[in-house]
């Protein structure tokens, strides 16, 4: 089946640094991705929805100043948190979408979980 | 109200038990995924369906557009199967998911 990867799958930072996140589709080229944020014991909240070769789109709320999001490829999506705070610690998942998937099947990443100190 | 909704949140069960996990939407869909997120975070996309049934080993998920409603059930359950257990929902004319609250499944030895 298809794979989504994600890179790092955890990571620790000082508060104010900034964290770039990978998601890559392995065997697949995907147009469009979507980024997720979850937290403890919570369902995952769409954060943005990268397209390829465009600006991503983003919900409402998520500033886009603050996680900027690159889809530079069919087959990378970067997720930039910058000036990170403690409460933007959370797990973060990507989705992606096959360009030629049957009715929009979705692959998700395993999650990268930031901790901001 | 959100537009998509799980029961039960939590359930605990003993290795063997037929297990079931509903989810209502309110809004018109063009298909349903029941994902599985393990204590690690991971998740796994279990089934996408837009009509009738769908069987994959001991896992069988069904969908009425009618009635708006899905179900997960889990035949001969394992403690292997404890996990969060997902319903989303795909917005008609959009490719965004809408996610339930999750159900929190407990397979006790």
């Known amino acids: 089946g298809a794979v989504v990867s994600q890179h790092p799958s955890w990571v620790i930072c000082k508060s104010g640094t900034s964290v770039k996140i990978e998601c890559r589709s392995l065997?697949?080229?995907?147009?469009?991705m979507f980024w997720y944020r979850q937290f403890p014991k919570q369902s995952l909240m769409l954060m943005a929805t990268s397209n390829e070769g465009s600006k991503a789109t983003y919900e409402q709320g998520v500033e886009k100043d603050k996680f900027l999001i690159n889809h530079a490829s069919l087959t990378l999506s970067t997720l930039t948190v910058t000036s990170a705070h403690p409460e933007d610690s959370s797990f973060y998942i990507c989705s992606a979408i096959p360009g030629l998937a049957p009715r929009g099947e979705q692959f998700f990443g395993p999650g990268t979980r930031l901790t901001v100190l | 109200k959100n537009e998509v909704e799980q029961s039960p949140q939590n359930l605990t069960a003993q290795e063997g038990e037929f297990i079931t996990i509903n989810c209502s939407y309110s809004?018109?869909?063009?298909?349903l995924h029941w994902l599985q997120q393990h204590p690690g975070g991971g998740i796994v996309s279990l089934f996408m369906?837009?009509?009738g049934k769908k069987k994959h080993g001991r896992l069988i998920a069904t969908i009425n557009i009618q009635e708006k409603h899905s179900s997960l059930h889990i035949t001969a359950s394992h403690p292997r199967d404890s996990a969060v257990y997902i319903c989303a929902a795909r917005i008609q004319g959009a490719q965004k998911l809408v996610f339930g609250q999750g159900t929190r499944l407990t397979i006790n030895p």
């Open positions: 809004v018109g869909i063009s298909a």
């Open positions: 065997d697949f080229q995907a147009t469009t």
């Open positions: 369906l837009s009509s």
